[in-house]
């Protein structure tokens, strides 16, 4: 079965220093792979995503993401990070009609 | 409003009543799907719908779930007999139409505690 891993539970960074979370996915031919944030009690929005093309994928807030086939990785990055960044961030992988998710990382900002 | 909505955002039961989630997709988006977040866990899809056809039943976690959609507009998913393990978060997400590259948009999600 298609998996998402998401290896790091919890990060913490001060305000101004870059971020980088991680993201590996399961085999399969090329992946439709997105990245989500969630803020405590909204819900998820899509900060960007990749389908084919370009391996580095430009999203909202500053966030940008880098697909490695080789690597199988889609690791997210931020060269500063805000202190409104602190929230929940999901991976995840398209698979027909449904998003796998993995188990996100929580992202403190420290000031 | 041009996101999705759910209600209510909030609700509480006690073991053993039945529940009714509501979603409201934004207009036009064929597909509808349910996810289901249960503490410190990611996404677990749950169903999805095309139209007011569900194709995939199979991510529902018993026979206790079920879930209807009217046209292309609203769905509801009801769960019988809630039991304490039905705790979660359930968030509805709508899409333009159900491929794996279609973005799917997602409401803020329903609380349910059962108590």
């Known amino acids: 079965a298609q998996s998402v891993t998401q290896p790091d539970i919890h990060i913490t960074v001060s305000e101004g220093a870059s971020l980088e979370l991680r993201c590996n996915y399961s085999?399969?031919?090329?992946?439709?792979l997105f990245w989500y944030v969630q803020s405590p009690g909204q819900g998820l929005q899509l900060l960007l995503k990749y389908f084919s093309g370009d391996t580095l994928v430009q999203g909202i807030k500053g966030f940008e993401a880098e697909f490695k086939r080789s690597q199988s990785s889609f690791n997210l990055r931020k060269p500063s990070v805000h202190w409104s960044d602190a929230a929940e961030y999901f991976c995840a992988r398209g698979s027909n009609y449904k998003l796998t998710f993995g188990k996100g990382t929580l992202l403190t900002v420290n000031p | 409003g041009a996101g999705v909505s759910q209600s209510p955002s909030n609700k509480v039961t006690e073991k053993g009543k039945d529940v009714e989630l509501r979603c409201d997709p934004i207009?036009?988006?064929?597909?509808l799907y349910w996810y289901r977040q249960r503490l410190g866990q990611g996404l677990e899809f749950l169903i999805y719908f095309q139209g007011n056809s569900a194709p995939d039943k199979s991510g529902l976690p018993s026979d206790r779930f079920s879930a209807e959609r009217t046209g292309e507009s609203v769905s509801t998913l009801t769960i019988q007999r809630t039991q304490q393990e039905d705790s979660a978060v359930y968030l509805c997400a709508s899409s333009l139409s159900a491929g794996e590259a279609d973005t799917q948009y997602f409401g803020p999600g329903t609380r349910l505690t059962v108590l």
């Open positions: 207009s036009g988006h064929t597909a």
């Open positions: 085999y399969g031919a090329t992946p439709y």
